[in-house]
């Protein structure tokens, strides 16, 4: 059974850093690209980015609102993509979720979730 | 303002048949397969559609279509359990990144 877990989120201050990490299981984690989305309370889900599999070059891919500030890596030894959030601001405020598609491109829509993890950017 | 348009909301009648629209262009919707979520009560979502696959688990109740720009996911035989947040998305190669309909609310009357 596939399975995302994320965890890493809490409360932390505008300027701060915070690293986020999603573990995987039930799956061969080195062959697919992992996404990350964000979600408002409230509002629709926004897509964060991916970091593709080493077979397309473990490369990355942002949104605007966060390129330059947000890094995606991935162990793939450990299962587990890292999303490591400086500079944070308020509007990062949101609950993050980890996901899966189908191959390791990125290109395909989602396939699986996790249960998400909430980011609180406050002073 | 999101990539893809979606309805803002739906409703339908327990087992009557509702289709659910999104909208796109060439570089997405137009080149690549759509995916549809589903969201109950703001929890974790779920993929209801993968393209015209129906993941392992999803009632055929559920299917979809794509016609040019635009992808379609329909639901016959509405069940109260339906009522949630829909979602699209599908990847976009000229934005390369996996982009998103603002969601639709269907509400089961």
């Known amino acids: 059974e596939v399975q995302l877990v994320e965890s890493g989120g809490g409360l932390e201050q505008p300027g701060r850093s915070l690293r986020l990490s999603c573990t995987a299981s039930?799956?061969?984690?080195?062959?697919?690209?992992m996404n990350w989305l964000r979600q408002v309370p409230g509002k629709g889900l926004e897509w964060v980015g991916l970091?593709?599999?080493?077979?397309?070059?473990?490369?990355?891919e942002y949104a605007a609102a966060v390129k330059g500030r947000f890094i995606m890596s991935r162990d793939d030894s450990k299962s587990i993509a890292y999303l490591q959030m400086n500079s944070l601001k308020t509007e990062d405020t949101a609950v993050y979720f980890c996901?899966?598609?189908?191959?390791?491109?990125?290109?395909?829509?989602?396939?699986?979730w996790g249960q998400g993890t909430l980011v609180t950017v406050s002073s | 303002q999101s990539a893809l348009t979606q309805e803002a909301s739906v409703s339908g009648t327990v087992g009557q048949k509702v289709t659910l629209s999104c909208s796109g262009n060439r570089n997405n919707i137009g080149s690549y397969a759509v995916g549809w979520y589903q969201q109950i009560s703001h929890g974790a979502p779920k993929t209801v559609m993968l393209?015209?696959s129906l993941p392992s688990g999803i009632p055929d109740r559920f299917s979809a279509s794509k016609s040019g720009t635009t992808a379609s996911l329909t639901i016959s035989g509405l069940q109260p359990e339906d009522e949630a947040d829909y979602y699209c998305s599908t990847w976009d190669y000229s934005l390369s990144a996996q982009v998103f309909g603002g969601g639709t609310k269907l509400t089961v009357l």
């Open positions: 039930g799956f061969s984690f080195g062959e697919y690209a």
């Open positions: 393209g015209d």
């Open positions: 970091i593709r599999s080493n077979s397309y070059g473990g490369t990355t």
């Open positions: 996901t899966r598609g189908r191959e390791g491109h990125g290109s395909s829509p989602i396939n699986y």
